[in-house]
């Protein structure tokens, strides 16, 4: 069993920067792939990054490529998402999640969720 909380989200202007975190607590966090998946109201849930359990692999959604970086640090059990220059199109409830095992790209794929944290850009 792997619990995640995200954390990090607010409100910033366009332009700007915010840092999510997400913290597990469970076994063997290193073993698990983490990705990050937003959902922006009336649209369905979409990837944004995907990281594998050693740190050296990522995955980028188009829309976030140059913008956005994850990465993680297993000896404190958590993932982050650096996001820079960001959009009022970046605005969505953001939500960590983990699944053991090498690298996984479709929501229903992974079956540890966070609780989702709000990220709004102004315009």
């Known amino acids: 069993q792997v619990q995640l909380v995200e954390s990090g989200g607010g409100l910033v202007q366009a332009g700007g920067s915010l840092r999510l975190s997400c913290a597990a607590s469970?076994?063997?966090?290193?073993?698990?792939?983490m990705g990050w998946f937003r959902q922006a109201p009336g649209l369905e849930r979409e990837i944004v990054a995907v990281?594998?359990?050693?740190?050296?692999?990522?995955y980028y959604a188009d829309s976030v490529k140059g913008r956005f970086s994850i990465s993680r640090d297993n000896a404190k059990n958590t993932a982050y998402l650096q996001m820079n220059s960001l959009k009022p199109e970046d605005t969505a409830v953001y939500y960590c999640?983990?699944?053991?095992?090498?690298?996984?790209?479709?929501?229903?794929?992974?079956?540890?969720w966070g609780q989702g944290t709000q990220v709004t850009v102004s315009s």
């Open positions: 999640a983990a699944k053991y095992g090498r690298w996984y790209l479709r929501d229903y794929e992974y079956n540890y």
């Open positions: 990281i594998n359990g050693n740190g050296d692999n990522t």
């Open positions: 469970g076994r063997a966090f290193s073993a698990c792939a």
